[in-house]
């Protein structure tokens, strides 16, 4: 065995032993087998660069790394055309003075696209990795290893590939002192204690993840900025990020503040239209190009979610914009204002009030206002990347203007970093939506990319999800949703199946049976996350008051943040109709609006979303409203169980750090999904007053709820009865309290994972909603962890094996420990230290411990005990004694 070989077969056993996940999908591991074989023969170890830019360096690097990693062989160094087979990277200009004979030509290549070419020569063959410029050398060659990494024939090619839209950026949430708003993935890789962080390497290898995807901006700062962002000593600072992004061929971005020239700039005004200010801002912008002449432009969130625009001095977004926009121009500049406006105090009583209408509302009677470098950056839906929104209207309308679709690639409201949820398709369901805006074959992506309208500066931006972490995303699944965001924002036109083939062969290897179970998996996790949280279109039933992250049925209701789903006794749904609702179906073109304004021509996946209807509604297939919410919320829960079998089927043929880890994660998600399962239903049970007609609501086979044990120690906590919040029931409110919610809900804090208190009955300091313990009581031990206390019931089933759940609270102030006995031996032990999103005691803290193979007999005492920590208090909610399925 050579050395190289010897080194390569240790890595990768040590790779089946365990991966972080560092390397993302960017593994280059070794091949074997027939893709091995092929690809020797393809691929000839001589490379030769043409071009001597920085980014065409990491091209060559690249191509060595990728070549050495899968093939085992380190390529030899070559200029200009060797007399041997090579791969060749060079532009097209390069390559017609090299080798004029090859007759290289593509009109057709554009800025950033590149084309794979193989060259005969005689005995001579070259793989061509051409481009007009650099980042097209860059990204070809991405491409090249991509194929070959997924066993993709490269012997003979000819691939033009050019990217869909000119704009595909990431925005970062990342606040300068370094933790991240809606992060998941661990601190900033850019900031910690207000400056830039000293130690760079994470964001040079993040650039390298984003060009292989043809990202080429990434904003380095959260859209609630901070003001100091401006302040000229952390100009040499950002200077330091372009820099370690530069090689990558991803330009930065920074947003800002629009009250900066007060602010930062002394001013005593910030009005777009005052001449100070005009020049605050070209004198501004001028001095950060001094430091980074590559600034690809700026962010920035006005007149939204407490944050001061040009209202206050009754100017409109496109003055606002604009003056930006004038200062950015001569150095080439764009600005992204966000079309996320909306008035956080609406009126919760008045029905004809609604956040969706809100970007249509403020953006629609400007088109045409904004400069030729402002681009309106618009999220998907209309509301905030809930489960499933109709596609925002905004985004069929601007026809004089820039406009880019914004995709959120962090799961604020997914299941943050705790759930597999991979977003791809549900991005390709609202990017290949028809919105008719030049009559019909105008889907969400083209009006996005400007093709439709001829804007040049459009495309996609992304909300990324990354930091510290060794995996980057939390976990090592949510890596699928960068990658699919770049490949998406570079061909839309790709299947979701395509995409996440890809990720799981380049993520996870190529063994058939790993990669169509992945796939099979990824591919279903967005319609199994609905079922268990969101289905019709009610959008995330989340806490949004709070985590964003727990269930909580009403808190996003009798609030003024207007994600309101309007359940009540009699039925549920948003009506958005023009003919009795708020009327934001008729901002759709007509073709559209026709559509959505029945409910019988309405998607039954939205008819919660555009219409109220009563609970014995039927849709399409004659089953009613309300016996759909019951029965997807238990096939989420099997899609999810299943998950974990199939996981586990893959034991062995998964590094087993990854393993483990992914097997972890799902586990916790299938439990998470029984809480969500069971709130939502018993509060719709308790709403609606109809029962389940399946009978399962309320009955919980083997289920012993904590309270009804033996205790000793645990006191006994109610948290009320399930139902509609007496604010939804009043007929008739009160004088005076029509319109005020309890607590008016703060401004979004930056980093802080909810919005203050008030509003249903979520919010921290809130008591939680009854619905989310099992039957509204929990029992919770306060002795302390010197006197544990316990909670025992006999067994009074049939002798077997079974699995034994016990529910318990995991709240991060604390990690309490738990022992479960039956009889006198200690079946299981275990500490509750997840580091879960909810603060509090609630459906989000609830948490579940399974210990199989537990043999029973009638009799036997299984007892629970609880030590608890700090200030968390060993709470159980129930233990379930269910057959065991091995
Ligand atoms: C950056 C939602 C999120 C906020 C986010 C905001 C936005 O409201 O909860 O954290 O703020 O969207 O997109 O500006």
Known sequence: MSKLRLVSFLLSAAALYGETGASAWLRYAPLDGPALTASRQAVQPVLSVLDSSPIAGSARDEIIRGIRGMLDRVPRLESGIPQESAIVIGTLAELQASAPTWKLQKPDLIADGYWLKTVTVGRNRYTVIAAINERGLLYGSFALLRKIAIGEPVLQLDELSNPYAPVRWVNHWDNLAGTIERGYGGRSIFWDAGKVRGDLSRVSDYGRLLASLGINGCSIDNVNADPKIMSPELAPQIARIADAFRPWGVRIAVSVDFTSPQKIGGLPTFDPLDAKVVEFWKTAIDKLYQSVPDLAGVVMKADSEGRQGPSAYGRTHADAANVVARALKPHGGLIFYRGFVYDNHMDWNNPKNDR?????????????????????????????????????PLLGTLEKTNEALELQITQEYFGQSKYNVNLVPYWKDTMDFDMHAKGAGTPVKALAAGKVFHQPNSGFVGVSNIGLDDNWSGNQLSQGNLYGFGRLAWNPDLSSKQIIDEWTKLTFGLNPKVVDTIDAMQLSTWKTFEHYTGPLGLQTLTDIVGDHYSVNVEASEYNGWGQWHRADAKGVGMDRTVATGTGFIGQYRPEVAKVFESEATTPDDLLLFLHHVPYTYKLHDGKTVIQYLYDAHYQGVE????????????????????????????EYQHGQAIVWRDAVNVWFEAASKIPDGRGRVGHWPGRVEAESMTLAGYTVQDWGK???????????????????????????????????????????????PAED??????VVCTAGAAAPCSASTKYTGVAGTYSLNVEYFDTPNGASHYRLFVGKQVVDEWVGDLRLPSRRMDAGASTRHTTEGVALRPGDEIRIEGKPDGMETAALDYLEILPDKN
């Open 639 to 666: 899609e999810v169980a299943a998950y974990v079998q199939q996981w586990k089927a893959l034991k062995g043929m998964v590094d087993e750090q990854r393993y483990n880890q992914v097997l972890t994660q799902l």
């Open 773 to 778: 313990a099992s039957g509204g009581k929990i």
């Open 722 to 768: 399930p139902g509609i919040d007496p604010r939804g029931i009043a007929k008739t409110p009160a004088p005076g309290t029509r319109g005020a919610p309890v607590g008016q809900p703060g401004p979004p804090q930056a980093g802080a994972p909810g919005r203050g208190a008030g509003g249903g009955r979520g919010g921290f300091g809130a008591s939680p």
């Open 356 to 392: 969706g209408r809100a970007a249509w509302d403020n953006f629609h009677d400007l088109d045409g206002k904004f400069d030729d470098n402002a681009v309106i950056q618009i999220k998907n839906g209309p509301i905030d990347f809930q489960v499933r929104e109709a596609p925002s």
